[in-house]
């Protein structure tokens, strides 16, 4: 893919060829957010605010993926009980846009399904953009199954399509 150079000011300096870096997933740590808001603000028309990555700091579902030292997407998920079962839910992914269709996103989705599963997760669910085919492509590969839409979902009229991958 084209490298292109960093839209921060604060890091991104001094790396050569962004396709050979190595990929560690590892929990989000603070220092790690303005990193993820800038990701999340390039990535979504109604970015969440830095307070609510802050809320989730120490949860084992915030991870970052790391490549040459620097944040190249994250993913935020957690599991919580609904009627009866531990629901999984994945509530924002996303990947820098000049580190996107390397597998960091199939590799931050892999994780966060270990983790789910691992925290006793019995099904994992999310939300995704009717529009948005090539996260649904992801999904699909992952074994997530459209069951519902929900119709003005992301306030500009956007749909959302609920995808949910059984664990048992
Ligand atoms: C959706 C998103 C997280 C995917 O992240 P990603 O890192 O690009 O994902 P991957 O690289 O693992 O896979 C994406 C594609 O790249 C391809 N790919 C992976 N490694 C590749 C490589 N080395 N060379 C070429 N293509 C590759 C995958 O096969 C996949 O192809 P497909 O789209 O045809 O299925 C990313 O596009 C993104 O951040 N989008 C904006 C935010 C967003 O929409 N988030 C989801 C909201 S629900």
Known sequence: MTVRAPEGDDHGHGHGDRNDGELAI???ERADLLAVVRIENESFP??????????????????VAVTN??????????VSPSFGRQLGHVKDIAVHPDRRKMGVGSALLSRSVAVLTAHGADSIKLEVRRSNDRAKRLYRQFGFEPIRR???????DEDAIVMVRQLE
């Open 150 to 156: 929900i119709p003005g979902y992301y306030g500009n």
């Open 26 to 28: 590892r929990p989000a």
């Open 69 to 78: 030292g620097d944040i190249a997407g994250y993913v935020v998920a957690d």
């Open 46 to 63: 109604q970015p969440w605010p830095y307070e609510a990555f802050d809320r989730f700091l120490g949860d084992p579902g915030f991870l």
